[in-house]
């Protein structure tokens, strides 16, 4: 074989396989879409895995999930951080483009959540362990206290977001200054008109300040749902959880008050790591990890 060819390849295998481990991007089809997750398999994969979702508009590869895969990497152990398509098919591991219309459903997630969890099982894994960040946290915890999979063994809540009717009516008039209530309005009567794929344009959603949206997907985000409160769904939870919150999270601030009484220190454990902000950067992802690595490979 010619030497520099040889070399080529040497190098790339050492990117790929170091230690045993192996990482890849993969697909899966669902429904109309397909899926893509970046996985690292590690030691005995695959063993115990973390099945990871991120945070709201945000992709698999941020900093604050790519960190912690390395991190268990490092430990031996496999994962699978997942992209949620937000009805974008093949969609890439970006940050969601404003420009774009917004036609998903915050519980499209719980069904990817789902999808992803039946391809680990066809891969053999029976001890599974969610993890999600900030929305994506909720995301997690529905799923699990609603469909309950039995090789779920325990899940890990990073910041997950919490909710109020009166605390999401406040926040859309303070970051849009205009009141949700009337658009929230038209958004049902246009979903019980049966025309739900109607677009709403020039309106706030989420991390858009003038974006578009189906009415659907507005409902979907913006209607009064009790199980947009992480907390609230703790106690419908099976397995173990642990909770991680940052002192220094001005996006969800009250998850440590909100989850501390619920927090027994066996079932439901809270984690408070000082000074942390809401996506455990910089020298707090290295927290972030020494929290979660424990809890994950106790028996």
């Not at 970006?94 to 069904?111: Q, S």
């Not at 049902?188 to 008109?193: F, K, N, P, R, Y």
Request: with cysteine; net charge neutral; aromatic share 8%.
């Amino acid at each position: 074989m010619n030497y520099r060819l040889q070399l080529m390849l040497g190098l790339c295998l050492s990117v790929i396989v170091l230690n045993g481990a192996y990482a890849e991007n993969v697909t899966l089809k669902h429904k109309n879409v397909t899926l893509n997750a970046y996985v690292e398999k590690a030691g005995d994969w695959p063993g115990r895995v973390v099945l990871m979702t991120h945070g709201t508009l945000a992709n698999n590869r941020t900093e604050t999930l790519s960190g912690l895969q390395d991190a268990l990497k490092s430990r031996g152990i496999s994962s699978l951080s997942i992209n949620l398509s937000y009805g974008i098919d093949n969609r890439a591991s970006a940050t969601y483009d404003c420009a774009v219309p917004h036609r998903y459903k915050h519980t499209d997630a719980l069904d990817e959540i789902g999808a992803w969890l039946a391809w680990l099982k066809q891969q053999g894994a029976k001890d599974i362990v969610l993890l999600g960040h900030s929305r994506g946290g909720n995301q997690t915890a529905w799923f699990a206290a609603e469909r309950n999979d039995p090789a779920v063994s325990r899940l890990v809540l990073i910041a997950p977001t919490t909710w109020t009717a009166d605390g999401t009516t406040r926040s859309y008039r303070a970051n849009y200054n205009t009141d949700l209530a009337p658009l929230l309005k038209k958004a049902q009567a246009l979903v019980a008109g049966g025309q739900p794929d109607t677009l709403l344009e020039h309106i706030g959603f989420l991390y858009c300040p003038d974006g578009t949206a189906t009415a659907a997907a507005f409902v979907s985000h913006y209607a009064d749902e009790a199980r947009f409160d992480t907390p609230s769904l703790l106690s419908k939870l099976k397995q173990r959880v642990l909770v991680v919150a940052g002192t220094g999270d001005e996006v969800v601030p009250d998850i440590v008050a909100r989850v501390k009484p619920l927090a027994d220190g066996k079932k439901i454990r809270l984690t408070v790591i000082d000074g942390a902000d809401h996506a455990f950067l910089d020298l707090y992802a290295g927290d972030l990890s020494g929290a979660v690595i424990p809890f994950i490979t106790e028996p």
